[in-house]
């Protein structure tokens, strides 16, 4: 079983930057491929960035592609993303992900563990 924990998210002015982590309970990380998504009231869920165990392969959706980037410090447990340049559309709950494989995924059904989200306000 892993627990996830997000933190980091605020309200932020449009061009600024926030960074959330993602602290996950068990002993490693390892393998485990991890995913960042956001969910606005009433929406689907979104994909946002993902990472493989190793670190060397990352996804991004369009829409963040140059401004975020996903990072994971598998021997602090911990994945991270920055989030710069940041606009109003970026307002959201943002959640961190995780699936029992080395690989990560773009799709939220490939996920088996889930953080609580993370509010991020970004004001125009």
């Known amino acids: 079983q892993v627990q996830l924990v997000e933190s980091g998210g605020g309200l932020v002015q449009a061009g600024g930057s926030l960074r959330l982590s993602c602290a996950a309970s068990?002993?490693?990380?390892?393998?485990?491929?991890m995913g960042w998504f956001r969910q606005a009231p009433e929406k689907d869920r979104e994909f946002v960035a993902s990472?493989?165990?190793?670190?060397?392969?990352?996804y991004y959706a369009d829409s963040v592609k140059g401004r975020f980037t996903i990072s994971r410090e598998n021997f602090k447990n911990t994945v991270h993303l920055q989030m710069n340049s940041l606009k109003p559309e970026d307002t959201d709950v943002y959640y961190c992900?995780?699936?029992?494989?080395?690989?990560?995924?773009?799709?939220?059904?490939?996920?088996?563990?889930w953080g609580q989200g993370t509010q991020v306000t970004v004001s125009s």
């Open positions: 992900a995780a699936r029992r494989t080395a690989e990560s995924s773009i799709s939220q059904y490939d996920y088996h563990y």
């Open positions: 068990a002993r490693t990380l390892t393998p485990v491929g």
């Open positions: 990472i493989n165990w190793s670190g060397a392969s990352t």
